[in-house]
């Protein structure tokens, strides 16, 4: 079975610092791989998809990058993290065939900058 | 583009009650529609969704939806709330052709009362 995995859970860090989230996922391949982020109370905005290594498409112009070394990895990550970037992010995947094949969520990591 | 509303953001249901949370979507065409549940600090879990056919749709937990095309409508029901059901709901569409984006609701929130 198909599991998809987050690290790290949580993390606190300060204004200005570099951020480096992982997403992975198991038991498929050739996924499509996507970041969201949750604010409190406006729920999940898309950041970014992968279609493919090295394929990444941004929705929201912003302090985040995405990238995908791997099939089955998705890495989000900042040069230097702003107060407005706290929230909890959630990575999914989806089956590359077809439309509408649902997504399947991680845990998410909770991040809080100070 | 897609949109959807869940218009009450939070819901409050006395334990063995029944239970329905309102989804509203715009789009030009039937999209896929879908309900997922979050528990806190969690990721999110699929409940139930509809391609197609019949449109009353039966998921996961004892839960179902009715897909309405007139009214554009997914609305997700319970005859019999548990207590364990406290969680956010957020409903979700996505494009029958294109990519396989999903546009999510803002959520709502249930409470179950004893």
């Known amino acids: 079975s198909q599991t998809i995995h987050q690290w790290p859970a949580t993390l606190v860090q300060p204004v200005g610092s570099p951020l480096s989230l992982e997403c992975t996922v198991e038991g498929t391949s050739n996924p499509n791989l996507y970041w969201y982020r949750q604010a409190a109370g406006r729920g999940l905005q898309l950041l970014f998809y992968s279609v493919g290594i090295g394929q990444i498409s941004s929705e929201v112009p912003q302090n985040l990058s995405a990238s995908r070394p791997q099939d089955r990895q998705f890495i989000l990550s900042s040069k230097k993290l702003l107060l407005s970037d706290s929230g909890f992010y959630l990575c999914a995947w989806s089956a590359l065939s077809g439309g509408g094949n649902e997504q399947f969520f991680g845990p998410g990591t909770r991040l809080t900058v100070l | 583009a897609q949109s959807v509303t869940q218009p009450d953001i939070h819901i409050t249901v006395s334990e063995g009650a029944s239970l329905e949370l309102r989804c509203n979507y715009s789009?030009?065409?039937?999209?896929?529609l879908f309900w997922y549940v979050q528990s806190p600090g969690q990721g999110l879990q699929l409940l139930l969704k509809?391609?197609?056919?019949?449109?009353l749709v039966q998921g996961i937990k004892g839960f179902e939806a009715e897909f309405k095309r007139s009214q554009s409508s997914f609305n997700l029901r319970k005859p019999s709330v548990h207590w364990s059901d406290a969680a956010e709901y957020f409903c979700?569409?996505?494009?029958?052709?294109?990519?396989?984006?999903?546009?999510f609701g803002t959520g709502t929130r249930l409470l179950v009362s004893p």
């Open positions: 979700a569409v996505g494009a029958r052709t294109g990519f396989q984006k999903l546009v």
């Open positions: 509809y391609f197609s056919g019949d449109t």
């Open positions: 789009y030009g065409a039937t999209p896929y």
